[in-house]
C-alpha cells in the first residue's frame, strides 16, 4: 500500500454508519422499550424504571431509532471479530450477539424481539461500551464546552502535588510507609474546590476564551484533570532510592552526587518516560480493549464526588453512591483499627500454626510470617486482602490465573526445590528475599568491599550470596516471564501492534489523521479536541537525552554513553508486551531483574553505573506506564489530550524538585536515617535493598551466581521462550468440542508465571487467598448476575476502602506508634510465637560450621 494513500482502520473501526447528534435529545419512550434497555443494559430482572440515568436511555433509543437491522448485524459482526481473543469481553454479551446472528431469538421474544435486541447490542457496543465496567463509570456523550483548565483547576492541582509528593517521599524510607492515595486527595480536593466557587467571577479574555477565577460550579473534568496531577504523586521518582544510597556515609558516600548531578537525573528519567507514553498512545491508550481497570475507582470516585445522581432502586438498593461512599469510608476508617493495632492477629491471622507452634513442617508451609501461607482463611485485614491482587478492580480471570500460578510455585516448585535441598536451601529459611551467608546469616555487603569496591580476597574470606528456595523460583519464574511475554504478543497481539507502530509512523509522516485511527465511541467523542502533536513528545526525549548524557560525563559514575541508550533500549523492547498486559490484566511488570541482570554482565564490578542503567531501564518503563494511565484516564473522563499533556508536564516536574528536596532534607537533618535502630522506624527497607542490589548483582556480578551457583536458572530462559509457543499451538489445533474457545480466552500461562513472582518472597498466598475470594463475589458473581449493583457500587466501594486505610492509617502512625504505644497482649503477639515468627531453616548447619564451597574457592 503506497504511503500517500489514506490507511483505513480496523473493519470494526469504520467511520460511524449512524449520524446522531452530540445533543441528548428527549424521545417517547414506551414502557416496553424503557423494560428492555434497562434490562440489556444491567442484565437484571427485579429493577425498575429508574435504574439507568434517563440521559442515556434518550441518547441511546435515539441512535436506535435511526439503526436498520442490516447496520446492526454488521455491528455485531465486526464486534465478534475485534473482541474474539478478548478476556475482557463479557461472555455473557457473546453468548448473546452468536444466537443473534444465527438467527435466534434470546429468551422468550419473537422474530421482532430479536431485531430489536440486536439493535441494543450494536448501540451499546458502537456508541457506549461493550464492557459494563466501562458503562458505569462513562457516559455516551460528552459536553465540549465544559471548563477543563481553569485557573482554580491548576491551582489547587500544584498545591495537592507538593502535599502529597511531600508526604509521601517523607514516609518513604519507613518501615512501615505511610503514603496518601489518590482517592484520599480525590475526596480532600472536594471542598478546596467548594472554597473556591466563592472566588469572584473576575477572569480575561484570550483569543477568544474567557478565562476567569470562578467560571461557574466545580465540574467533573476540572475535577478528572486535577486528579491526573496528583496521580503523578503515586509513583514516586525511582531515584529517591539511589540519592540515598550514593550519598549516605555507610554506603557509596559519593560526595560529588550533588544538586546538579540529581537535578539532570531526576529530570531525564522522569521526562523520558513521559516522551515514550506520547508515542505509545496509539496502541496502549487509544484501542478500546485497552481497558486500564486501575482508572475505574479513581473515575467513579470523581462521579460520585462531583456528578449529581437521581434517586434510584437497584436489586432493592437505593442509597447513592455519595453516601455508600460515605458509610463504607466510616466503617473501614474505624474498623482498621482492629487489625492493625488492637487485634493485630486479625490481620495475619496464621491460626493453623497455633495448633502446633513448634511445628517446622507445618510453619513452613502454612505460616503466613515466613511460610509459604498455603491457608483457606488467612486473614481479616482488607490492607492485606487488596495489597496484592486489589480484587475489586482486576479482572477476576487474572485473578484466578494469578493464583493459579502461586499454587503451582507454593504446592509443588517451592517444597520439592526446599525439602530435596536443592542447592543447599534447606539450610536457609524457605521464603525470605534476602541474601544469605554460607552459614544462614543475613548477606553484609559491606564485608566485601573496600572504598566501594569489591576487595577479592575480603570476599574469599566471607562469603557467596545464596537465595532461599521460594526467591530462586521467583527468579526463575523472573527470567522465563521476560521472552514468554515477548513471545505471546509476537503470536497474539502483532495485529494491534503492528496497526499501532503503523498509525504512528504515517501520523509523523503526515499520511495518517490520528482521530480517525480508532473509531470506539469514545475516541470519536474526542475528535472534538486538537491532538498533541508527536513533535512535542518527541522534542521532551531529545532533551531528556541530553540532560542523561551531561550527566554521565561530568560526574565519575563509571557509566558510558552507551549505558544510558541500552537502559532504554530494555525499557522500549518491553513497554508495549507490558503495557499490553497492564492494560488488560491489572498486573503491572517490573524490569528491574532483566536489566540488573544484563547490566551486570556487561559492566562487572561497577555498582554506580548498573543503578543508573537500572533507573534508565526500569524507571524509563514504569513512568510511561504510569504516564499512559493517566492518558487513559482523561481519554475515558473527555479530558482534551492538550490539557493532560499540560497538566502532566507540570505536576511531573514539581514532582522531581519536591522528591529531591524531601529526600536531601531528610539526609542532611534526620538523625539515625537508614539506620536499623531508628527511633521512628525510618529503617530504609527499600534503599537498602536498592544498594544489596547494586553491590550483588553490579559489584560482585550475575556472572558468580548463577554461572557457577545456580547455573539451571538460566534455562527458564528458554522454557519461558517455548512455553507460549506450545499453547498457542494447543490452542490452535485442539478442537473447540474438546477445549471450548472460552477456555483459551481467560487461561494465561503468562499470569500465571506472574503469580509465582508476585506471591512470594517476600509475600506468600495468605496475601492472596482473600483476594481470590474477593474477586470471585465482585469481579464474578455480582458482575454477572446483579450487573447494576457492580456498576454502581463497586468502584466506589473499593475507593472508600483504600481511603479509609489510608486515613486511619496516618492518625493510628501519629497516635501511637510515632511515640510507640504497645499493647502486648495475646492477639498481638500470638502470631509471631513459634517457628513461623523465628523463620529458621530446616536443616542445622554442617559440622565444618558452613554449607557449600569451601573458603577461597568461591567463584
Not at 484533570?225 to 532510592?241: C, K
Not at 509443588?412 to 534447606?426: D, F, K, L, R
Not at 574470606?461 to 515477548?486: E, H, I
Not at 496516618?810 to 510465637?833: E, R
Amino acid at each position: 500500500m503506497s504511503l500517500e494513500k489514506k490507511v483505513d482502520a480496523h473493519p470494526v473501526l469504520d467511520e460511524p454508519i449512524i449520524e446522531v447528534t452530540d445533543q441528548v435529545q428527549a424521545v417517547d419512550l414506551t414502557q416496553q422499550q424503557r423494560d428492555a434497555l434497562m434490562n440489556r443494559l444491567a442484565r437484571e430482572a427485579n429493577r425498575n424504571n429508574e435504574g439507568i440515568p434517563e440521559e442515556d436511555i434518550e441518547y441511546l433509543l435515539n441512535v436506535i431509532a435511526g439503526m436498520t437491522e442490516e447496520q446492526a448485524v454488521e455491528i455485531l459482526t465486526n464486534a465478534l471479530d475485534y473482541h474474539n481473543e478478548d478476556p475482557n469481553f463479557p461472555e455473557h454479551t457473546r453468548q448473546v450477539i452468536e444466537r443473534l446472528l444465527a438467527g435466534e431469538t434470546v429468551g422468550e421474544g419473537t422474530k421482532e424481539d430479536r431485531v430489536e435486541t440486536m439493535k441494543l447490542e450494536a448501540a451499546l457496543i458502537h456508541f457506549h461500551s461493550p464492557y459494563p465496567d466501562v458503562r458505569g463509570i462513562t457516559d455516551p456523550y460528552d459536553d465540549p464546552t465544559m471548563p477543563v483548565e481553569t485557573f482554580r483547576a491548576y491551582f489547587l492541582g500544584i498545591v495537592w502535588v507538593i502535599i502529597g509528593n511531600g508526604v509521601n517521599q517523607f514516609f518513604e524510607p519507613r518501615m512501615p510507609n505511610i503514603s496518601i492515595p489518590a482517592s484520599l486527595l480525590q475526596i480532600l480536593l472536594v471542598p478546596c474546590a467548594k472554597i473556591m466557587s466563592y472566588l469572584p467571577d473576575w477572569g480575561f479574555t484570550f483569543r477568544g476564551k474567557r478565562h476567569s477565577l470562578n467560571p461557574g460550579p466545580w465540574n467533573y473534568k476540572e475535577q478528572s484533570l486535577v486528579t491526573i496531577m496528583f496521580g503523578i504523586t503515586q509513583s514516586l521518582a525511582y531515584i529517591n532510592d539511589q540519592i540515598y544510597v550514593q550519598r549516605l556515609p555507610f554506603w557509596y558516600d559519593n560526595h560529588w552526587a550533588g544538586a546538579g548531578y540529581q537535578i539532570l537525573l531526576v529530570l531525564s528519567t522522569q521526562f523520558i518516560g513521559f516522551g515514550l507514553a506520547g508515542l505509545a498512545r496509539h496502541v496502549l491508550v487509544y484501542p478500546a480493549d485497552r481497558l486500564w481497570p486501575t482508572n475505574f475507582p479513581t473515575l467513579a470516585l470523581n462521579r460520585t464526588l462531583v456528578k449529581p445522581e437521581k434517586k434510584e432502586n437497584i436489586n432493592g438498593w437505593t442509597i447513592s453512591r455519595y453516601r455508600f461512599f460515605v458509610y463504607a469510608f466510616i466503617g473501614m476508617f474505624f474498623y482498621f483499627w482492629l487489625p492493625d493495632y488492637l487485634f493485630q492477629a486479625l490481620s495475619t491471622f496464621n491460626w493453623m500454626t497455633w495448633i502446633a507452634p513448634d511445628n517446622f513442617n507445618l510453619a513452613a508451609i502454612t505460616g503466613s510470617v515466613s511460610g509459604l501461607g498455603l491457608n483457606p482463611i488467612p486473614t481479616f485485614d482488607w490492607n492485606i486482602i487488596y495489597t496484592l491482587t486489589t480484587p475489586l478492580v482486576t479482572p477476576f480471570f487474572s485473578n484466578l490465573n494469578l493464583y493459579i500460578g502461586g499454587l503451582i510455585a507454593g504446592c509443588i516448585i517451592i517444597p520439592a526445590v526446599y525439602w530435596s535441598n536443592m542447592y543447599n536451601t534447606a539450610y536457609l529459611p524457605i521464603n525470605s528475599n534476602s541474601v544469605f551467608t554460607n552459614t544462614g546469616e543475613i548477606y553484609s555487603v559491606k564485608e566485601v568491599l573496600t572504598n566501594g569496591v569489591l576487595d577479592e580476597e575480603k570476599y574469599q574470606k566471607y562469603s557467596p550470596p545464596y537465595y532461599a528456595a521460594a526467591n530462586l523460583v521467583v527468579y526463575g519464574a523472573f527470567f522465563a516471564m521476560y521472552p514468554a511475554m515477548f513471545v505471546e504478543m509476537l503470536l497474539k497481539d502483532y495485529k494491534i501492534v503492528w496497526k499501532g507502530m503503523r498509525d504512528l509512523a504515517l501520523s509523523m509522516m503526515g499520511k495518517l489523521d490520528l482521530k480517525q485511527a480508532q473509531n470506539d465511541a469514545h475516541s470519536r467523542m474526542m475528535r472534538a479536541y486538537k491532538e498533541v502533536p508527536h513533535w512535542w513528545y518527541v522534542l521532551i526525549i531529545v532533551i531528556s537525552l541530553v540532560f542523561a548524557i551531561v550527566c554521565v560525563e561530568i560526574y565519575p559514575t563509571d557509566t558510558p554513553v552507551w549505558g544510558i541508550f541500552f537502559g532504554l533500549a530494555i525499557s522500549v523492547v518491553f513497554l508495549i508486551p507490558i503495557g499490553i498486559l497492564y492494560s488488560t490484566t491489572n498486573a503491572l511488570f517490573s524490569l528491574n531483574v532483566i536489566t540488573e541482570l544484563v547490566a551486570g554482565y556487561a559492566l562487572p564490578g561497577k555498582g554506580i553505573a548498573l543503578m543508573i542503567i537500572k533507573t534508565f531501564g526500569v524507571n524509563t518503563n514504569l513512568q510511561t506506564i504510569y504516564f499512559t494511565q493517566d492518558q487513559k484516564l482523561g481519554h475515558y473522563a473527555k479530558v482534551p489530550p492538550r490539557a493532560t499533556f499540560r497538566a502532566q508536564l507540570i505536576a511531573a516536574f514539581i514532582q522531581c524538585f519536591v522528591v529531591l528536596g524531601v529526600a536531601n532534607w531528610q539526609i542532611n537533618n534526620y538523625e539515625g536515617i537508614c539506620t536499623p535502630g531508628q527511633r521512628q522506624k525510618f529503617t530504609c527497607p527499600n534503599q537498602t535493598t536498592y544498594f544489596s542490589a547494586s553491590v550483588v548483582w553490579g559489584v560482585i556480578g550475575p556472572k558468580r551466581v548463577f554461572d557457577h551457583l545456580y547455573p539451571v536458572l538460566k534455562w527458564t530462559f528458554l522454557i519461558g521462550a517455548l512455553l507460549p509457543v506450545f499453547f498457542f499451538l494447543l490452542e490452535r489445533y485442539t478442537p473447540e468440542r474438546i477445549i471450548p474457545r472460552r477456555f483459551w480466552n481467560k487461561f494465561s500461562p503468562l499470569l500465571m508465571m506472574f503469580g509465582m513472582i508476585s506471591y512470594f518472597a517476600p509475600y506468600n498466598l495468605s496475601y492472596a487467598t482473600g483476594g481470590l475470594y474477593v474477586g470471585w463475589l465482585f469481579m464474578h458473581y455480582l458482575r454477572r448476575r446483579y450487573t447494576a449493583w457492580f456498576e454502581k457500587y463497586n468502584y466506589v466501594l473499593y475507593s472508600a476502602l483504600s481511603a479509609g486505610i489510608a486515613l486511619s492509617a496516618i492518625i493510628i502512625f501519629f497516635a501511637v506508634q510515632y511515640h510507640p504505644k504497645d499493647l502486648n497482649w495475646w492477639g498481638n503477639t500470638v502470631m509471631y510465637a513459634g517457628q513461623d515468627g523465628l523463620g529458621g531453616p530446616r536443616l542445622p548447619l554442617p559440622e565444618k560450621g558452613y554449607f557449600g564451597l569451601d573458603p577461597g574457592t568461591y567463584p
